[in-house]
């Protein structure tokens, strides 16, 4: 082992890998590549392609050391690249390129190389058009339920009005734009497809493919996550559900349950989370069939639009 290869401890590599990936050019696009073992791999060996890096700014380029390997195979790793980022830039890196050709320094006794590092370019216009709708709609939000049914098609008209900005907004948008919104999760409006696509890709990442043949499968997991929330639902006293349906209490009261016991609140705590996986499941089963569930949903509510008040009597 070389004494010029850095090291880097567990904690700081993952803190690290948070924020920072490696990118490749594939065709002369650069794009992120799916993550590998940052301590055993060669990530610049077969990488995978992942999304496009956009809005990225070079910030410097930095002559690297690398032992992993043999010194007849140059096989760098991510946490020796992670390891020497220069300090006065190691807040502004987001990604690296390390080149592939690399020369064994006998003196050294490592390959040197020559990778760059990354930051990000400023906040783009479209981004900044986002927030401040989105900021605009949690207002409105919150007005509406502060007073209730007394302006409620007025502030409705306007939350419409803001969500299809928000809507053709979210569709100029790049992949990687998309991922800047609140850690890439955020599906405020105009985004279920994408999201759809993401949990698809996770859920393959992580070795769970959906495809025609598993969708038995597929469904009876979405109803045993329904089942779930259904046995966190009937442990629920009377008394609590009593309490957060009462229309007397202000709507963020019933939504928080701070009058709510211990026991209960981990109850509501776990019904959502519930609620969150069978949807999870459902919009993984969509993007890999490859239904438009936006489309989907759009042409079913035009049809529930025609249909009469409380149609088909069903209850529960």
């Not at 919009?283 to 149609?311: C, F, Q, T, V, W």
């Amino acid at each position: 082992m070389s004494e010029h290869v850095p090291k880097i401890t567990d904690e700081r590599l993952a803190e690290l890998l948070a924020r920072i990936r490696p990118v490749h050019r594939f065709d002369g696009e650069l794009c992120y590549i799916k993550p590998v073992d940052p301590r055993r791999i060669a990530f610049t060996w077969d990488p995978k392609k992942d999304m496009r890096a956009d809005g990225l700014v070079a910030l410097q380029y930095v002559m690297t050391c690398h032992d992993y390997g043999h010194p007849s195979l140059f096989k760098p790793s991510v946490a020796e690249v992670l390891a020497q980022i220069p300090e006065d830039i190691v807040d502004e890196v987001v990604a690296f390129e390390t080149s592939r050709d690399a020369d064994f320094d006998r003196g050294l006794g490592c390959h040197v190389t020559t990778t760059i590092f990354y930051g990000r370019t400023a906040m783009s216009e479209l981004l900044d058009r986002y927030h401040v709708l989105k900021r605009e709609l949690i207002r409105v939000r919150d007005e509406h339920r502060l007073h209730g049914h007394a302006t409620q098609d007025r502030e409705c008209r306007e939350e419409d009005a803001i969500l299809d900005d928000m809507d053709i907004v979210w569709h100029k948008m790049s992949d990687e734009e998309h991922k800047e919104l609140d850690g890439g999760w955020d599906c405020c409006c105009g985004s279920l497809n994408y999201l759809a696509r993401e949990i698809a890709a996770w859920s393959a990442d992580k070795g769970w493919e959906t495809t025609w043949r598993s969708v038995p499968e597929k469904l009876m997991l979405v109803v045993t996550e329904l089942a779930e929330a259904m046995e966190e639902y009937r442990h629920l006293q009377h008394a609590d559900i009593a309490y957060m349906d009462d229309e007397d209490r202000p709507f963020a009261e019933r939504v928080e349950c701070p009058g709510l016991g211990q026991e209960s609140r981990e109850r509501v705590a776990k019904f959502r989370e519930e609620i969150s996986d069978t949807m999870i499941r459902l919009l993984n089963l969509s993007a890999s069939l490859g239904i438009d569930i936006e489309a989907e949903i759009a042409a079913k509510m035009e049809k529930n639009e025609k249909r009469p008040y409380r149609h088909g009597g069903k209850n529960c």
